[in-house]
């Protein structure tokens, strides 16, 4: 075997000395060349700009967590997820979460991230400290399965978002430590890469490295290698290696690694059945293994070979491998171990002042969330081609169109009902358009919102203010756009008081189809639900706008339908700045015409005795209401989470 190289900076790779046909020295020359692989991510332990945190050991006792089986409706009973767990992962330490498919891995995660709560038995501590959720998710971080990154931001753009809301330090000193951490993790060459042109091992690498800006002393990787080539599986661990060496808490859920990932693991938690059948160090598996009788077959992969087990392979050996656990064959191993490490001293950020309090707020204020969140929100607005560029072409194309269609017809007394139908079809047409894109706001980008708030970068009012007031302004910008193009084309009266009334009202009813559609976005479960449901809820709301049907004409039992019809009050107030304020006769082209008078027009809509100023306030509470029913859902929805 070749010699381990005991370089900080590089990783040897042992390979077994075998003869070459042609000799030693190409056998010599082979052998230093595949000696070494230089690996510059172990940089990482090397941070000067890192903030200085309090070293964390994490133990847990007795952890239990069950849940409720069948609908709400239904219940069939409780079902144990975990039973009866007890473990401690120390700082320094790579700990690797291994099992079959159903074990608990994740489960086991997400209960000592904080992520899950509800069915939870057991003590979880925290240097020795029953554990404060809200002071421990400040200083740990969970980096999920999934990259669940912004597609729109560069890689120094989504740092600088994340140094902003986690640091409270100069500008300049925020711009050093970003550049050093993308430099440490080999993401420098590709820092004003949009992330999604980004590759599968550098997204992992840039959801390392924005968790990275504060230095958190624990940190939580939910299948780090999924979907990674071997190389980048190396890359990936081996920086997860080195953070803890910097005397960081590295915790993994892993499924099946390789050998060579495998060795690099400090200690092993593996599950079965929601049950530990190990726990300690990798060299010590294989002889535990042996001593209760399952003996590794030669030149196979451990990490393999005791998922098989725990699968049943070998037959049913969990009852043994439970009560071996139980009965502490795994804890003097370990014991062993703990003292050697606490022996060995390594350089680190993270310093065993355990006494130090951590800070239950966030380290910046609200208003400054709100502000990075929304130049955030923005700059993401501008770069989506489909929701603002796609927007922004269909309101002129549409706003042409209509214009050609009913052109000049709006001072023709022949042509009242030709006209109306243009208004209607303005409101509908504003409703659609400001409702389809929004309802997809929170689905796609929920994951994204869950895992930053749930890190701690920012509270949900500051993410939820920013999210609506960032949109607001293309919201308004769009119907004025439709509304300049479609007014004077089709000859509605050129008076600047009605003009105005008309844009007002098409705008105040964009924004309340808006606030409806972030509700039914905030409230499904996927994007094919939100889809489904938003244009299902806009067929009552035309139904009962008073262009189909009058009032009057409603059933006494549906009338109330039409109050909350928002596109009522928009239909009215338009026929009311249109047609009312005493406007004058129309034109008439035949012998007769109808409705020459604005009058008769209001009386068929039975809009007559209707207030402008009502509709105004009307569609303001409607704004205001579904405003506040989202931000509710929303709080609902990250609170159910856990």
Same mark, same amino acid.
């Given at each position: 075997?070749?010699?381990?190289?005991?370089?900080?900076?590089?990783?040897?790779?042992?390979?077994?000395?075998?003869?070459?046909?042609?000799?030693?020295?190409?056998?010599?020359?082979?052998?230093?060349?595949?000696?070494?692989?230089?690996?510059?991510?172990?940089?990482?332990?090397?941070?000067?700009?890192?903030?200085?945190?309090?070293?964390?050991?994490?133990?847990?006792?007795?952890?239990?967590?069950?849940?409720?089986?069948?609908?709400?409706?239904?219940?069939?009973?409780?079902?144990?997820?975990?039973?009866?767990?007890?473990?401690?992962?120390?700082?320094?330490?790579?700990?690797?979460? %291994?099992?079959?498919?159903?074990?608990?891995?994740?489960?086991?995660?997400?209960?000592?991230?904080?992520?899950?709560?509800?069915?939870?038995?057991?003590?979880?501590?925290?240097?020795?400290?029953?554990?404060?959720?809200?002071?421990?998710?400040? %200083?740990?971080?969970?980096?999920?399965?999934?990259?669940?990154?912004?597609?729109?931001?560069?890689?120094?753009?989504?740092?600088?978002? #994340?140094?902003?809301?986690?640091?409270?330090? #100069?500008?300049?000193?925020?711009?050093?430590?970003?550049?050093?951490?993308?430099?440490?993790?080999?993401?420098?060459?590709?820092?004003?890469?949009?992330?999604?042109?980004?590759?599968?091992?550098?997204?992992?690498?840039?959801?390392?490295?924005?968790?990275?800006?504060?230095?958190?002393?624990?940190?939580?990787?939910?299948?780090?290698?999924?979907?990674?080539?071997?190389?980048?599986?190396?890359?990936?661990?081996?920086?997860?290696?080195?953070?803890?060496?910097?005397?960081?808490?590295?915790?993994?859920?892993?499924?099946?690694?390789?050998?060579?990932?495998?060795?690099?693991?400090?200690?092993?938690?593996?599950? $079965?059945?929601?049950?530990?059948?190990?726990?300690? *160090?990798?060299?010590?598996?294989?002889?535990?293994?042996?001593?209760?009788?399952?003996?590794?077959?030669?030149?196979?992969?451990?990490?393999?070979?005791?998922?098989?087990?725990?699968?049943?392979?070998?037959?049913?050996?969990?009852?043994?491998?439970?009560?071996?656990?139980?009965?502490?064959?795994? $804890?003097?191993?370990?014991?062993?171990?703990?003292?050697?490490?606490?022996? #060995?001293?390594?350089?680190?950020?993270?310093?065993?002042?355990?006494?130090?309090?951590?800070?239950?707020?966030?380290?910046?204020?609200?208003?400054?969330?709100?502000?990075?969140?929304?130049?955030?929100?923005?700059?993401?607005?501008?770069?989506?081609?489909?929701?603002?560029?796609?927007?922004?072409?269909?309101?002129?194309?549409?706003?042409?169109?209509?214009?050609?269609?009913?052109?000049?017809?709006?001072?023709?007394?022949?042509?009242?009902?030709?006209? *109306?139908?243009?208004?209607?079809?303005?409101?509908?047409?504003?409703?659609?358009?400001?409702? %389809?894109?929004?309802?997809?706001?929170?689905?796609?980008?929920?994951?994204?919102?869950?895992?930053?708030?749930?890190?701690?970068?920012?509270?949900?009012?500051?993410?939820?203010?920013?999210?609506?007031?960032?949109?607001?302004?293309?919201?308004?910008?769009?119907?004025?756009?439709?509304?300049?193009?479609?007014?004077?084309?089709?000859?509605?009266?050129?008076?600047?008081?009605?003009?105005?009334?008309?844009?007002?009202?098409?705008?105040?009813?964009?924004?309340?189809?808006?606030?409806?559609?972030?509700?039914?976005?905030?409230?499904?479960?996927?994007?094919?639900?939100?889809?489904?449901?938003?244009?299902?809820?806009?067929?009552?709301?035309?139904?009962?706008?008073?262009?189909?049907?009058?009032?009057?004409?409603?059933?006494?039992?549906?009338?109330?339908?039409?109050?909350?019809?928002?596109?009522?009050?928009?239909?009215?107030?338009?026929?009311? $700045?249109?047609?009312? %304020?005493?406007?004058?006769?129309?034109?008439?082209?035949?012998?007769?015409?109808?409705?020459?008078?604005?009058?008769?027009?209001?009386?068929?809509?039975?809009?007559?005795?209707?207030?402008?100023?009502?509709?105004?306030?009307?569609?303001?509470?409607?704004?205001?209401?579904?405003?506040?029913?989202?931000?509710?859902?929303?709080?609902?929805?990250?609170?159910?989470?856990?």
């Amino acid at each position: 075997m070749a010699e381990k190289t005991q370089e900080q900076g590089s990783v040897s790779i042992p390979m077994e000395e075998t003869k070459l046909p042609g000799g030693a020295p190409q056998e010599a020359a082979l052998l230093t060349h595949l000696k070494k692989v230089e690996n510059h991510i172990t940089e990482a332990q090397r941070f000067s700009h890192l903030p200085r945190r309090s070293a964390v050991d994490l133990e847990f006792t007795e952890l239990s967590y069950t849940i409720r089986e069948g609908p709400c409706w239904r219940r069939r009973g409780y079902k144990a997820l975990l039973k009866c767990l007890s473990g401690r992962f120390s700082n320094r330490e790579l700990i690797g979460i %291994m099992g079959p498919s159903g074990a608990g891995k994740s489960t086991l995660m997400n209960i000592l991230a904080g992520y899950r709560e509800t069915g939870m038995k057991g003590q979880i501590s925290v240097n020795g400290r029953p554990r404060d959720l809200r002071t421990f998710r400040k %200083m740990s971080c969970y980096i999920m399965q999934d990259d669940m990154l912004l597609p729109h931001l560069t890689v120094r753009e989504a740092m600088m978002v #994340s140094a902003n809301l986690k640091l409270n330090e #100069s500008m300049q000193v925020k711009t050093e430590l970003v550049d050093e951490i993308l430099t440490a993790l080999g993401l420098q060459e590709c820092a004003q890469t949009r992330t999604n042109s980004l590759s599968g091992g550098q997204c992992k690498r840039l959801a390392i490295a924005l968790e990275l800006v504060n230095n958190p002393p624990v940190m939580f990787f939910d299948e780090p290698t999924s979907g990674l080539d071997s190389a980048s599986c190396f890359q990936v661990v081996s920086l997860m290696k080195s953070l803890a060496q910097g005397g960081r808490t590295i915790i993994c859920t892993i499924h099946q690694p390789s050998a060579k990932l495998f060795e690099m693991f400090d200690k092993l938690y593996i599950l $079965s059945q929601g049950q530990c059948i190990y726990k300690g *160090t990798v060299p010590h598996l294989i002889p535990y293994l042996k001593s209760l009788g399952l003996h590794c077959p030669t030149y196979h992969n451990p990490a393999d070979f005791i998922i098989e087990v725990a699968s049943g392979e070998y037959g049913d050996l969990n009852s043994v491998l439970f009560e071996a656990v139980q009965g502490g064959l795994c $804890s003097e191993e370990g014991k062993k171990n703990s003292s050697d490490k606490s022996d #060995s001293s390594c350089h680190s950020q993270c310093h065993s002042d355990t006494g130090t309090i951590e800070k239950h707020s966030f380290a910046t204020s609200t208003f400054t969330q709100f502000c990075i969140l929304f130049k955030r929100t923005f700059i993401t607005i501008c770069r989506d081609m489909v929701l603002t560029h796609l927007r922004v072409m269909s309101h002129l194309c549409i706003g042409v169109l209509i214009g050609l269609l009913y052109l000049n017809i709006g001072n023709d007394a022949s042509k009242v009902f030709n006209n *109306t139908g243009f208004l209607f079809f303005s409101m509908l047409f504003l409703m659609f358009a400001a409702l %389809m894109p929004t309802v997809l706001t929170f689905p796609l980008e929920m994951s994204v919102f869950l895992r930053e708030h749930l890190n701690y970068w920012y509270s949900l009012k500051a993410y939820y203010l920013a999210k609506t007031m960032a949109d607001i302004p293309f919201q308004v910008i769009c119907p004025i756009m439709y509304c300049s193009i479609v007014y004077w084309m089709t000859e509605q009266p050129p008076e600047a008081g009605r003009y105005l009334l008309f844009m007002a009202l098409s705008t105040s009813t964009a924004l309340v189809a808006q606030s409806l559609g972030l509700l039914i976005g905030a409230a499904s479960t996927s994007v094919q639900v939100a889809t489904f449901v938003g244009p299902v809820t806009a067929i009552p709301v035309l139904l009962f706008s008073g262009f189909f049907v009058n009032f009057d004409t409603i059933p006494k039992y549906l009338q109330w339908s039409s109050y909350v019809s928002y596109v009522r009050y928009g239909f009215e107030g338009v026929i009311l $700045s249109i047609y009312g %304020m005493n406007r004058s006769e129309l034109e008439c082209p035949g012998v007769v015409c109808k409705f020459q008078k604005p009058e008769e027009v209001l009386q068929l809509l039975d809009v007559e005795d209707a207030k402008l100023y009502v509709d105004f306030m009307v569609l303001g509470m409607f704004f205001l209401v579904l405003r506040l029913a989202t931000y509710l859902v929303l709080r609902y929805k990250v609170k159910s989470e856990r």
